[in-house]
């Protein structure tokens, strides 16, 4: 029915919208029901607690969205902690959505790809994951709302050897680690 | 295996002397780097079989007849003097195995220079080792020596061999012998990042504890009764110590990245690289100590970058390190309070090199650089920063050396002739073996020598 639809839509939305796996969707808070009396002799629909749900959905789809953008990864060049150019949008698009969300906290984890010795990795890894932080902070968000974190070189996104692999495990992820039950669109 | 030895033996040698002539490393066997080496680095080319002496180990024999470890304890013996890489091997026929006759002329026209004999008889819950070491130019005894051995299902019966084929190494060369020894690393399994051991022959390999989160850099205190390592927990890294009997832990010290630690010969530091928060390249590892006496943490290094993985001389007075402060990564020698740094390695086009482990005699530093590619293990002469590098490994990819108690092996991280593992390098002869096989196995430690005090005596 409707909610299935909008559930779908919503589905829809962060598939087109996120660039990597979901992490499994935040539990929903039941929709209010308001019960209205109605006469025998006619059917009025349920306005209030279908506009509640539509609410709801709508505000399931902002977060998810809002989500993707907060947890878009940053890549980097081999060896190097440095923001490229090509990524700041990314990480710009993440400064008004954490301003306009105080309650909203980021873990940072900074990965580098396998070549080198271990133990340098790691300290690529946090250089990175600090270089991601650092450029938010830049951006007006609060320093203690990011935490930062290295796996260095022992989570790869791509097990694969080729340069095209070393390239995607060089970054950065984000995860929200609290506040992301809902996160409201900035500028509203 | 001995077979597999020498052939590979005599494919590294054939390797070492074309790159020596063509000065630029060529494809000479199956798969070798084809890589240039880097300014002021040579492929070893002084590798020298000669000056080793030729033994013969007559089976040990059993005092008093039954079953007995005899056979297990000659087997052991004669592969300890065998990995050893200072002597030749002579295979013992039927023939000459009798044990009534110690006739030296029938050996000495074999060109035997020193036979070992021994003699094992049940004491107590255990055994005794009888161990004799000939010399057959004199035809006389050279040195002999009484070994308590525990029962044969005892966790520590090889090292107690171990220890005995370290002491017939003492006798004959003057040199320590390194079998009464295990190496520590790290295994990643799944989600578990284990520690592991392995005894310097590649047997008993095992677990020793692991956790989900991560685990760096072990290492073994000198008396082999602790180990010191970094372990991650919620963000947040850890100095761990931890007291292998009893498995309990005590943290040393806390920050946002704790990685290579190392323990002071004499037991009385521990070096470990700990972060320093700043801005851009302000931030970074230091090299701290952990003073055993005080528990005072001492910072030793400063500069940009990083400064890490230092390990210190035998006779405590100077560390060398990975650094980068100049952009690439270089291994520097400091004071041991980090004063004086001066780097090491000679500086070229894209070349780095990391993972710096002093000798036990203090004459060399080995690490593993890059040139162009791969990894390969190296060494430097330590009295001479700047001087030159010689190349030790060209086969695949080789990391993280790390130096055996006899001051010439040194076990590595390495994708070699038969596949990923832990490699066992003789700085003398060039002779490789696998130690273990694994996907990344990493970060192996060497210990100092694992046997009980008392267990010899002469």
Redesign the interface.
Known sequence: MIRRAALSLVLLASVVACSRRQPPPAPQPPPTQTTTTMTPTRTAPDTAGEGMRRLEAERAATTREMRGVLEAMIFFDYDDSRIRADQEGALNAKAPILRANPSVAL?VTGHADER?????N??LG??RA?AVR?FLTALGVDASRI??????E?RPLDTGTTEAAYARNRRAESAVSRGGDVITRPGR | MRNGTRARRADFHAALIAAGLAAVASPAVGQQDTTRLPPGVELEMRYSKAGRPLVAVRPFTVSITGAGPAARVTEIVSNDLTLSDRFEMLPVTESLAAPDSLRYDVWNSLNVVYLITGDVQPSGSGYQLLLTAHDVVYGREKQSGTFQLPGEASADFRLAVHAASDALVKWITGQPGMAATRIAFQR?NNNSFDIMTVDYDGENLRRLFGSPD?I??PAWSPDGQRMAYAQ?SN?QWQLVERELASGRTRVLARG??V??VSYAPDGSRILF?L?VPG??VA???EVHAWEAASGRITKLTESTQ?N??ASLSPDGRRIAF?STRTGR?HIYVADADGSNARVLTPFGERV?Y??PEWSPNGSKIAF?G?SQGT?QIMVADATRPGGQVTQLTSRGEN??PSWAPDGRHIVYTGAGAEGEGLYVIDTTTGNIRLLTRGRRL??PDWSMSLATPGVASQ
Do not use: P
Request: hydrophobic share 30%; proline share 0%.
């Open positions: 873990l080198g010795s271990g133990e340098y790691l300290a946090l250089r600090n650092d935490t930062t974190d290295t796996m260095g022992d | 990643v991560m760096y850099s991650k963000s946002d990245l990685s290579g690289d972060w801005r851009g931030q970074g590892l990083d890490m993985l990975l990564q780095q990391n993972g593993h890059q990894f990391q993280d990493r970060f």
